[in-house]
């Protein structure tokens, strides 16, 4: 690993750094989410997801040490709210 000082003859001597921030990507869809990411987009805490996980509740992928969850969290109310509404019309 090389690694680079800043010194106060560098050209790169007080030299403002800018720190990189995810940008969304306009027209590409999201085909898979992290636990930390999902949970928060759902609302749920991280434990409460992997209970889900667990569970079978949440279709996930392991690559590498990363566990992916493969639906979204909108989809995955919407088929929540699909199947409520399925149970609530078959007991009627």
């Known amino acids: 690993m090389v690694r680079t000082l800043l010194t106060s003859t560098s050209p790169l001597a007080g030299a403002e750094v800018k720190k ?3 940008q969304p990507l306009v027209g590409i ?7 930390k990411r999902w949970s928060q987009e759902s609302d749920l805490s991280v434990p409460t997801v992997w209970e889900m996980i667990k569970r079978g509740q949440l279709p996930s992928v392991k690559i590498g040490g990363r566990r992916l969850i493969r639906i979204s969290p909108g989809d995955y109310m919407d088929a929540c709210a699909a199947a409520a509404a399925a149970a609530a019309s078959a007991a009627e």
Do not use: D, L
């Open 20 to 22: 990189r921030t995810a």
């Open 29 to 35: 869809e999201r085909v898979a989410w992290t636990v």
